[in-house]
């Protein structure tokens, strides 16, 4: 359903929530547009958590995201925003905080031992550095027809891919043997980021990463945009 205002509305269907997370009177709504990393990761939580979820599109193409009443929810004029009863929260990797405080009791996604914590921070600080300013500026340049110098993105995805290769060449995910929001926070751009002519054939780590993540229960895709062979 289209409104005046530049957003559309769309529920996902219901699904059974956690065992441990707290009763709610209502989904929680989800400002977003269906093309960002930024708000996919935080749609594939809700759902990897098994939380109730209402979609509601912003149309970022005309300006919506820029209009009083979308900067009344967050006055950086940036997607995605969640609407959880009383509180409004923007910035994806805080609503990922903030989900797994609230509705993972059992603190799988955000580990409360403080080197397993610092060790999450330090993957949610690189989603919104080097993974934001280079798979995900390169993936942003090409699908919407930006300009863009493209050396420093690529020198910087080239740096995190290689980090993450070495890392998960030892383990099967990022902090460990187990998902948490470090992995959620870097897999929607890393996964996307040949759509910005950065390859993952030199990274068989990271993609095996890849499918491992993409076999959770929950688990739903971004929608892709087809790439060239030189691209993928």
Known sequence: ?????????????????????PRMTQPIRLYRFPLSGHSHRVELFLSLLSLPCERIDVDIPK????????????????????????LTLADSNAILVYLSLRYD????????????AGAVQRWLSAAAGPLAFGPGALRVAAVFKKPL??????????????????????????????PTI???ALYTYTAHAPEGGVSLAP?????AWIARFEALPGFIPMVRIPVTAKEA
């Open 182 to 184: 470090a992995d959620v």
């Open 1 to 21: 359903m289209q409104r005046n205002d530049g957003l559309s509305t769309r529920a996902i269907p219901r699904r059974s929530a956690a065992a441990h997370a």
């Open 203 to 207: 990274y068989p780590a990271v993609r």
């Open 105 to 116: 009791a059992a603190g799988s996604w955000y580990p409360r031992e403080p080197a397993r």
């Open 63 to 86: 300006g919506a995201h820029k209009r009083p009443e979308f900067l009344e929810k967050n006055a950086f004029g940036q997607i995605p925003v969640i609407e959880d009863g009383d």
């Open 149 to 178: 110098e493209r050396e420093r993105p690529e020198q910087l995805a080239a740096q995190l891919l290689s980090v993450m290769e070495r890392e998960l060449g030892t383990q099967p995910f990022l902090v460990g043997d187990h």
